[in-house]
């Protein structure tokens, strides 16, 4: 028996009240091109080192294996978008651009919570004489295919970038669910707003989409900067250029941003000016934790954030960094210390950079380190 289309009105309402911007309500299965493209992106290894993706795919693919009790899906979205253009400090080649996700606040804890709100007045509200039953929520740590589920729910459409495009958001959600043991009548599934437009796979630096709606992972500089835990591959380090965690690219060119409007939570908004990468290449573990807590970035971890930021200074071509490069060919990490290499390469040259690390190539261990340090030789 379905609830009454009071029920949705009053869980709709008080989603909004609470401070979401889309809600939409979709049937808890999937369909069957989204579980094939699942699929057929694990099998051609298109998810790198992202093994959590293969692991519980099969919950993934359908909520009821996740919660068998599930009827309905509700879908949440935060609108992040920025309030100038999000490619603009791609230009300033000493300084770090971080993604615009991440420039706040971590997402996870501004959506957990309003979740967990939404979730107890759905609870509490017994006014209606349907029986909402028991509930769970997500954010997008759990194995949960949020966008094809946010595409039958009405929110947007999944653009031949593979994210999710909003006729009223453009680009820039966030996306959370409510798991409902109650059948609720489903919204319309958006249908795809494409058409011939191709700017999303014509600006992505490293040419990670193998066709429109296919990303291959291993190539994505968000995957290389933030998921890869390794050494990046030295053919895309120069298309990384000053992007030291995620990329943008894809996600800003698309013409629905026209429509976006400047997102109202204020902890999604910067939190500092961009950073010198002069000043984020001598962080230690402390000073990187102190620095981003409380953010996405922190997840990276200290080696794998200078790592990112010793790729941006060697495509700097800012000469004046090399001595603060230098200092991190003694680091502890090897993932910085071949990073350092690679920099002082672009840098000042090979010759040069003979003459200041013969001894430190002698005595290295670490076989990726050692790579590097062929690949120098003059």
């Not at 094809?148 to 947007?156: D, E, F, Q, V, Y």
């Not at 990670?208 to 380090?237: M, N, V, W």
């Not at 000016?273 to 922190?298: C, H, I, N, Q, Y």
Request: proline fraction near 6%; include cysteine; aromatic fraction near 8%.
């Amino acid at each position: 028996m379905k609830a009454s289309a009071d029920a949705k009105a009053a869980i709709r309402k008080a989603a909004l009240e609470i401070g979401f911007d889309a809600v939409g309500f979709a049937r808890a299965d999937l369909a069957d091109e989204a579980r094939q493209n699942l699929t057929e992106f694990l099998a051609r290894g298109y998810h790198g080192d992202m093994g959590w993706l293969a692991s519980r795919a099969d919950e993934r693919v359908a909520p009821k294996n996740l919660w068998p009790d599930v009827k309905t899906v509700v879908v949440l979205a935060l609108n992040y978008a920025p309030e100038s253009d999000a490619l603009a400090g791609l230009a300033l080649r000493d300084t770090a651009n971080i993604s615009v996700y991440a420039r706040g606040r971590d997402y996870h804890e501004i959506m957990k919570s309003r979740l967990k709100a939404l979730a107890r007045k759905i609870a509490a509200d017994t006014s209606s004489p349907d029986k909402v039953g028991p509930l769970k929520v997500f954010v997008d740590t759990a194995p949960v295919m949020e966008k094809p589920l946010a595409m039958s729910a009405g929110l947007g459409w999944q653009g031949k970038h593979t994210n999710l495009v909003s006729r009223d958001f453009g680009s820039w959600l966030f996306l959370g669910e409510i798991y409902l043991s109650l059948e609720i009548e489903p919204d319309a599934a958006e249908p795809d707003h494409c058409g011939a437009c191709h700017a999303c796979l014509d600006a992505c630096p490293t040419q990670a989409f193998p066709a429109p709606y296919q990303l291959d992972a291993r190539r994505c500089i968000s995957y290389l900067t933030i998921e890869h835990k390794g050494h990046i591959p030295a053919a895309l380090r120069p298309a990384i250029g000053n992007r030291i965690y995620g990329c943008d690219d894809c996600l800003a060119v698309c013409p629905w941003n026209k429509f976006a409007q400047q997102a109202h939570e204020t902890r999604f908004a910067a939190r500092a000016a961009p950073a010198a990468l002069a000043e984020l290449v001598r962080l230690d573990d402390a000073a990187f934790g102190a620095r981003f807590s409380g953010t996405p970035l922190k997840r990276t971890g200290r080696d794998r954030f200078v790592r990112n930021v010793l790729i941006a200074i060697g495509n700097s071509a800012e000469q004046s960094l090399a001595p603060l490069v230098v200092e991190r060919l003694d680091d502890a990490s090897p993932l910085v210390r071949a990073m350092a290499i690679w920099a002082l390469v672009r840098l000042i040259g090979k010759e040069e950079l003979a003459r200041l690390g013969s001894t430190r190539a002698e005595v290295e261990d670490d076989p990726a380190v050692c790579a590097e340090w062929a690949q120098a030789a003059p």
